[in-house]
């Protein structure tokens, strides 16, 4: 496999992965703004923190890609 399909290869799976981290954080945040109880809500917002870092480091590594 040469060097530029590697790179293609990378750039397709950081564009799933970021549309991925973009679904989930739309998803969670749906749940979180229908949840009443204290602890689901913490355990939400951790969730958020924890899709929007991984999108984060998608979209800083695809800049490399570029």
Do not use: P
């Amino acid at each position: 496999m040469s060097d530029r399909e590697k790179l293609e290869n990378l750039k397709s799976m950081l564009d799933g992965l970021i549309s991925t981290c973009e679904s989930e954080i739309t998803i969670t945040n749906t749940i979180l703004a229908k949840t009443k109880s204290t602890a689901k809500i913490s355990k939400l917002q951790k969730e958020v923190a924890f899709w929007k870092g991984k999108l984060e480091v998608a979209k800083y590594a695809k800049i490399f890609t570029e």
